[in-house]
Each structure stands twice: as C-alpha cells, then as structure tokens.
C-alpha cells in the first residue's frame, strides 16, 4: 500500500522573549525532530507588537513544511513544542518565547473550535505577510473572494511606523546585520591571511607568532573592526591548493589565541575557507561565520555542514576555482548582462544552500568582486549594487563587499604594489557602501575604517 505524499503546509514563527532569534532556530529544530521536514524559511523580521502594544519587539518569520500530520495533529504538535519551550499563555497577544501558528494546509479550509485554516488574520498582518511573500509572493489565498495574490495584499496594507526591520545574527557579541534599515552602519571586516603566499599580504601573519598576532588584532579593533576573516589558502589564481591538514595549522592557532583575547570578546570571527572539514573545526575553535567564495560548489559537503552548524554564512559567487576563474568571464547566457549573471546564479546557490538545511536568515550574499569577472564587470557591480539587491529572490539578505587592494584597481589607477592601493581601495569601498553593502572587507583598516565612516554619513539616512 502507497503512502499518501506529504502535505505542503506554511508555519510563522515569532518571539519577543529572551534570545529571540536562538528560540526561533530551537523551534525549528524541534519541528525537525517530530518528523516535520522544514523545506524553506523566510527572513527574520523585527516587527512592532500588535494589539498589546506595551511590550517587546518581536522576531517574526515562515517556514514551509512538509508534514505527513493532519491539521489537529500538527497543531498538538506545534503547541507541544511551545509548552516545552517555555510558553505560558498569561495575556492574549501579549509576550511569548514563541509563537507557532499554521497559517496554510495545502489549499484546504479547516475550521474547528481549537484551529482556522487560513490563518483568519494573516492578510491583515504584515509581520506574517512580509515574510510568507520571500516564499509564494505570486499564490493566492484558498478559497478568497477576490482575485489578489499574498503580495497584492501586502501591497495594499497601509505602511507601518516603524517597518519591519530584516535581520541576519553574525555573533553573540555584535547586534545582527540590518539590511533592510536604511541608517545601519557598514561593518568593517579586517583580513587576516595567516598564509605565505596571498596576493597582497602573504608572510605578514604568522598564527605562531601570538605577540604580533595580539597587536595585530588590537590595531583592527582600535580602527573599528568588528569581524576578523582569517584565511589559511590563498584563492590567488596563480596559487597552489594546499591540504586541509595545513591550512587546519594555520587557521586553528589563530582563532582560538583571538577567542583568549578578552579585548576581541565583542569581534566576530569569520572563517575563509571552502572546506567543510576546516568550517567545521573552525567554528569548534570559535569562528562565528563561514565565508565560502565557491558557495558550497567546491566541497560537496559544506552545504551540509553549514545546515549543522548553524552559523551564519557568506555565499560569494565564483565560477569553476581559483586557477580556472579567470577564464569564465562570459555572461552571454544572461544576455551579456553580469548583474542578471551574478544574480541567478547566487539565487540557484541561496537555493541549494536551503535545501541542505542552512536557513534563509543565516545567509549573506557577495558579488565576488574578482572572481570569475574582467575590469568592466567589476565596475559595472559596483555601479549598479542597488540593482543586484534588488534582484528577484535576493530581497532582505545582506551584502558584503571585498575591493581591497585588487588587480582590477591597481591596472586603472596603475599602482603595481598590491599594497599601495589605498586610494583606489577607497573609492571602491565608497560605491560599495553607496551602493548598500552592510559590510566591506579590508586590508587597510585605519584608512578604510574612516572612508566607511565618511560613505555612511553621506550615504545612510542616520549619518555618523
């Protein structure tokens, strides 16, 4: 006998007690470990109580599911987890360490006196409305009256004060990114290559020299660094892979002496690496995020060890590796255009990567400045950043941005030493901020640490 298929079902998810983010995923991980398959996830979105207005913001957000459960079943199911989560329903509408609520069951209706199905007021709700949008913007809404899609209805709700802010968590010590709130502040990530053999600042850190690697952390932190990428391989085309053995000893050291650090308790630590093996260790030691340039297309397993670890993760586009990339500059397929390039095919990895498990929130998107483009498709990048944001798919998730010291500025400012770039550093750094990076990469962290304080007073509507 044939079991029936599952049933496609939406969940939003909400809170606005304790860590609120931390008991979103604990949710999530509860439903997975009922047997509920947890397909896709919105944006977190920090939304305005309604209703019970004198309380703390909320973290709001949807899951699409796959449930073998009837309706009731997945109710019990949902308020199981919520009750063992802590949930005390004191005030209706009021505070909650979470909140599950079906809005969706395949195309059905279902009433009963514990459950409505649809959600009687999820059209009238943005913060329910904006997230199940990132997922079926174009549906409509079983069994209504009028022929409008979920997004025609977000369309026709009056604006809310304040917005809905989208926001991606990238460390314990550090407020998560912000992309959506216009006068958020460019995070500065220091590169810390402790390799022999990278472009621009090979042999210049050693992780077994721990008192310049101690001061060398200092000076990121006293020129506002708040995320350190340590790399162990050069991506230099001209490059040698080395094993995951070697770059292990180069890596390891010198995160775990910048976790001992009391002075970085506050600074995320980034992991540049395509190995999963490496993420993996590297987070163990006490890396914060996994910055892959090849998306996951190098290491058939990282997607998956990203889903594992939870952390938050960095999807750069590239094509083929390091050594080949420099050869696949044609965006012909896409009409020549290297915005709708670069856009479908971090969508197909944002896609991929969500299928392994690794949720929409915990992504960061970067356009790969150099990698697999010539001169003309950098600058036409970082003309038209706001576009890339706003491409179909790509909507809410941050942006980071790495010009520092590259070929493509020293051949238009005709500065051969990699590590006299700064001017032109600069002006890269400027368009990228312009443009809405939330955080740009750096060699150079005093003099880019004032261009980016500079670029946010002119750029975003807070200033400095």
Not at 129 to 143: G, K, M, S, T, V
Not at 157 to 170: C, F, G, V
Not at 334 to 348: C, H, I, P, T
Request: aromatic fraction near 6%; proline fraction near 7%; glycine fraction near 8%.
């Amino acid at each position: 006998m044939s079991k029936s298929p599952p049933c496609r079902a939406f969940i939003a998810l909400g809170s606005n007690m304790g860590d609120r983010i931390a008991m979103i995923e604990q949710a999530c991980r509860e439903m997975e470990a009922r047997g509920i398959k947890i397909v896709r996830t919105s944006s977190l979105f920090e939304t305005a109580p309604m209703y019970v207005t004198e309380q703390e913001e909320f973290v709001n957000g949807v899951c699409e599911i796959e449930t073998t459960m009837d309706p009731i079943t997945l109710l019990d199911t949902l308020q199981a987890i919520e009750t063992g989560m802590g949930r005390r329903k004191i005030i209706d509408k009021g505070p909650r360490t979470i909140d599950l609520d079906i809005l969706l069951y395949n195309s059905t209706r279902f009433s009963d006196r514990r459950l409505d199905i649809p959600h009687k007021l999820m059209l009238e709700r943005e913060f329910v409305l904006r997230p199940l949008c990132q997922l079926i913007p174009n549906e409509y809404p079983p069994f209504s009256n009028k022929p409008l899609t979920y997004q025609s209805y977000l369309d026709f709700l009056p604006p809310s004060d304040p917005s809905p802010t989208a926001i991606t968590p990238i460390s314990p010590g550090l407020p998560p990114l912000t992309p959506s709130d216009p006068s958020r502040k460019t995070h500065l990530m220091a590169i810390l290559n402790v390799t022999p053999n990278s472009f621009s600042d090979g042999g210049q850190h050693s992780p077994t020299d721990l008192r310049a690697l101690t001061e060398t952390v200092r000076t990121f932190i006293r020129n506002g660094t708040t995320i350190i990428d340590i790399g162990g391989e050069s991506t230099n085309p001209t490059s040698s892979p080395v094993t995951a053995e070697e770059e292990l000893s180069r890596v390891i050291p010198a995160i775990r002496h910048i976790r001992s650090l009391p002075e970085a308790s506050n600074v995320a630590i980034s992991i540049d690496t395509y190995r999963a093996a490496v993420a993996e260790a590297a987070v163990h030691a006490g890396a914060d995020i996994i910055n892959d340039v090849s998306a996951g297309t190098l290491d058939p397993q990282m997607l998956a060890t990203m889903a594992k670890l939870q952390k938050s993760v960095i999807l750069m586009h590239m094509r083929g590796t390091p050594q080949t990339m420099t050869k696949l500059t044609d965006y012909s397929t896409y009409k020549g255009d290297v915005l709708d390039g670069v856009a479908s095919e971090l969508e197909e990895r944002i896609r991929a990567a969500e299928d392994a498990g690794v949720r929409r929130w915990r992504i960061i998107l970067d356009p790969g400045i150099g990698f697999a483009k010539n001169q003309g498709q950098n600058l036409e990048l970082l003309r038209n950043m706001q576009r890339l944001k706003g491409a179909a798919g790509l909507g809410y998730l941050p942006w980071l941005v790495g010009t520092s010291r590259k070929g493509f500025i020293g051949r238009i400012t005709k500065v051969e030493r990699p590590d006299e770039r700064v001017w032109g550093t600069a002006a890269a750094v400027t368009a990228s901020v312009g443009g809405g990076a939330d955080v740009v990469r750096v060699h150079d962290t005093k003099e880019m640490g004032q261009v980016v304080r500079m670029a946010d007073a002119i750029y975003r509507t807070g200033g400095r």
